[in-house]
């Protein structure tokens, strides 16, 4: 063998360190420029999935209940513990409802999607819009339903690059036709929050049956809440229970609203698991669908 077939025995002192430090830099950049791009689409369509063992009829009833939940990164009530999806999980399974909205979703991109896997485990079908990047990975709305989705679309409720909104809005197969189910986080300020809501209501997609439900951040009067309410309440005067903050609520945050569908009853979910898991309490509505030429 010549000398230069000569393999050494052991690497020159320092050469894994230094291979190591290049493996890592390369797995951030490769990340930082996943999430540039992802970042750059916002909002988009991130997950439509049903699961592999349904266990629910094609077509929802008259009647349904209803539920919507802001999660918080699945960080609970302070948002800075580490993710434990396992806490808000149990109180979805709590709800026990035919279709849950839910409000900041986080899917981290370097494990497994927890939600996936609480929507595999309580045989829900899933539609998920990414509102934004977060460091962890995407944040956003999700649909979960006992009843297959047969669309899904989402829309764009942003004004500006500071504060990204979006709403993720799926159609249902229904006894008198088609139903809208929107799930949404309105903006915090009142002016941008009342531009939302007449996108919502003038969308060409959602003239028919459509409950609309999410985090309204209705924590007073204003030009928006009015408009939901006269034109998908009736004018009727609403008492909406406080779900935030969840440890002791005040605000009234947290909202189900209708047109082709009567609210029957609202409440929030003030369950112990549920004050530990997110600092908003989730809703339970529960729904009759009515015809639309009898509504008001």
Known sequence: MSAKEVIPLEAPAGRPKRK????????RERAAERKDALAAAIPYLSVVRAPSVPIHGKEMGTELTV????????AGPNGVRAPDPARAGFVIS?????IIALQEVLRPFEEDDPLERLA???????????????????????ILSRWPITSVFSLDLSYGRVE??????????????????????LALVDRTRNRQVRMILENPRL?????????????????????LEEELVGGVAMTWPRTFPAARPVLALDRVYSRGAR???????????????????????????????EEP
């Open 164 to 185: 990204k909104r979006s709403a993720v809005a799926a159609e249902f197969n229904g006894p008198d036709g088609p139903v809208d189910i929107v799930a949404t986080h």
């Open 20 to 27: 190591r430090r290049a493996e890592s830099k390369a797995r």
């Open 67 to 74: 539920a919507s939940y802001n999660v918080h990164r699945w």
């Open 263 to 293: 609210l029957e009853a609202i409440e929030a979910h003030d369950s112990p698991a549920a004050r530990k898991a997110s600092d908003h309490l989730p809703v339970v509505a529960r729904i009759q669908l009515t015809d639309l030429e």
């Open 94 to 98: 709590e709800l026990d409802a035919d």
């Open 120 to 142: 595999e485990a309580l045989h829900l079908h899933l539609a998920f819009v990414a509102t934004r990047v977060h460091r962890r990975g995407e944040i956003g709305n999700a």
């Open 207 to 227: 003239q028919r049956h459509i409950i609309l439900l999410g985090d309204m951040n209705a924590w007073r009067n204003c030009k928006a809440t009015r408009a």
